[in-house]
């Protein structure tokens, strides 16, 4: 099974800062890792999808990339309604996998 | 408009059976792969398994033992039952759609508490 990674696991961050969240598969694969944003009491919302498309409707300071088995989230300009929990998920194989989550909290 | 709906007992016995079910409205079930994925409280999320419209099944190996996924779609409904359950089971439990590798459409979810 493919175990997934999160770094930072919490992180505390101003409006306007650019904000990095790195994900870290326990196995090489291609692209099949997404992202998604959970605020408190509501089900995920899908932000990036094949590590970096943008899902219809995002705000397009959300991007994401691949290097190797690193997966990066980032939000160039951390908005008030961004603070929420990440996480990523990997799509290659099953067992269907998240990541632990990282908590985006206001300085 | 694709929604989805988690409906089913909140409140099971350890050792009984969790029975759930989700409703899509606005597409058709015969689609998507269709999940369910729980959140125990102030947790991470946990894939439980998927099921196609043909009845093809994939579970989680933490617990495959337990679960059973069925789908009727006759209704647009899949089900959920998750056997012998134990305070661990306690969790948001959430249905969720997924056509590209990507699960794009959630339902709300629904906390099933599991406790005598």
């Known amino acids: 099974d493919i175990q997934m990674t999160q770094s930072p696991s919490s992180l505390s961050a101003s409006v306007g800062d650019r904000v990095t969240i790195t994900c870290r598969a326990s196995?090489?694969?291609?692209?099949?890792l997404n992202w998604y944003q959970q605020k408190p009491g509501k089900a995920p919302k899908l932000l990036i999808y094949?590590?970096?498309s943008l899902q219809s409707g995002v705000p397009s300071r959300f991007s994401g990339s691949r290097s190797g088995t690193d997966f990066t989230l980032t939000i160039s300009s951390l908005q008030p309604e961004d603070f929420a929990t990440y996480y990523c998920?990997?799509?290659?194989?099953?067992?269907?996998?998240f990541g632990p989550g990282t908590k985006v909290e206001i300085k | 408009q694709v929604q989805l709906q988690e409906s089913g007992p909140g409140l099971v016995k350890p050792s009984e059976t969790l029975s759930l079910t989700c409703t899509v409205s606005g597409y058709s079930i015969s689609s998507y792969y269709w999940s369910w994925i729980r959140q125990p409280p102030g947790k991470g999320l946990e894939w439980i398994g998927y099921?196609?419209?043909?009845?093809?099944?994939n579970y989680n190996p933490s617990l495959k033992s337990r679960v059973t996924l069925s789908v009727d779609t006759s209704k647009n409904q899949f089900s959920l039952k998750l056997s012998s359950v134990t305070a661990a089971d306690t969790a948001v439990y959430y249905c969720a759609g997924e056509k590209n590798y990507y699960f794009d459409y959630w339902g709300q979810g629904t906390l099933v508490t599991v406790s005598s």
């Open positions: 099921i196609y419209y043909t009845g093809t099944t």
């Open positions: 998920q990997q799509s290659y194989s099953t067992p269907r996998a």
């Open positions: 196995q090489s694969f291609s692209s099949y």
């Open positions: 094949a590590a970096s």
